[in-house]
């Protein structure tokens, strides 16, 4: 009988030799934090910042509304640096409201959207001589009758001319990290507010502003917060922040 022909086993192609790696974790996810406690936030805050206070030079009431109107989309610090010479010129709401529409233009060109900005100074002004014989009123439904004056605007002027408590002052510092630490769900400025004055007392509604936004330009950046070394690390939600690994 011929010899039976032993198998030969055929080598492994490349292909099958080639052991592949296991497949990478997927990261694990950072645990999801609760919002911060209102109460111990206010207290990190307050100690961070204990001399948190408004960063415009007002020096009354209608200073204070002219320079709140001339902050928007601008620093506290320019508007700083124009308010004595415009004040100068035009100290009160009488005086402006007369004041040539370009030489007040020219007076604020450095504050940004100076002409719309100076229509509304102009008419603000126009409309407190009449309405209100040249003194900003004390009451927000009275402050935001006046043309070019919103919500924000009258609640700085309240709470840090007339130490009046009629809400929160809503700018981008304030809703950033209201969003950021979980407070609110909320973009719209006046539903932020109407979140933050159920989680704060009353009496601290202003101070607590001013607290976040010293929060926001020191720390809580718009685009580069630092995580990292904030004394609120233990217990942010970071909300929308992108964390490392």
């Not at 040539?100 to 509304?120: D, H, N, Q, T, V």
């Not at 008419?123 to 009123?137: A, C, H, I, R, T």
Request: with cysteine; charged share 25%.
């Amino acid at each position: 009988m011929p010899a039976t022909k032993k198998a030969v086993a055929k080598p492994a192609s490349a292909k099958q030799a080639v052991t592949k790696p296991p497949a990478a974790k997927p990261p694990a996810a950072r645990t999801k934090r609760p919002p911060i406690e209102s109460g111990l936030l206010r207290k990190r805050l307050k100690k961070a910042y204990p001399g948190a206070h408004c960063a415009l030079d007002f020096h009354d009431a209608f200073s204070l509304l002219v320079m709140t109107i001339l902050a928007a989309q601008n620093t506290d610090v320019n508007v700083n640096k124009v308010a004595p010479d415009l004040f100068a010129r035009w100290p009160d709401a009488r005086a402006m409201s007369e004041a040539e529409l370009p030489e007040l233009e020219k007076a604020i060109y450095s504050c940004g959207f100076f002409r719309m900005k100076a229509r509304s100074l102009s008419e603000m002004s126009k409309d407190l001589v009449e309405k209100f014989g040249g003194q900003p009123p004390r009451t927000l439904e009275e402050l935001v009758s006046l043309r070019g004056v919103g919500r924000k605007t009258a609640n700085v002027v309240l709470g840090n001319a007339y130490g009046i408590e009629a809400g929160v002052v809503v700018d981008t510092h304030v809703g950033r990290l209201s969003r950021r630490m979980g407070l609110t769900k909320q973009a719209d400025p006046v539903k932020v507010e109407q979140d933050l004055v159920k989680l704060v007392p009353r009496e601290e509604w202003t101070l607590f502003s001013h607290l976040l936004i010293d929060h926001g330009r020191q720390v809580c950046d718009a685009k580069k917060p630092l995580c990292s070394t904030c004394f609120l690390n233990d217990v942010c939600p970071r909300v929308g922040v992108k964390v490392s690994a």
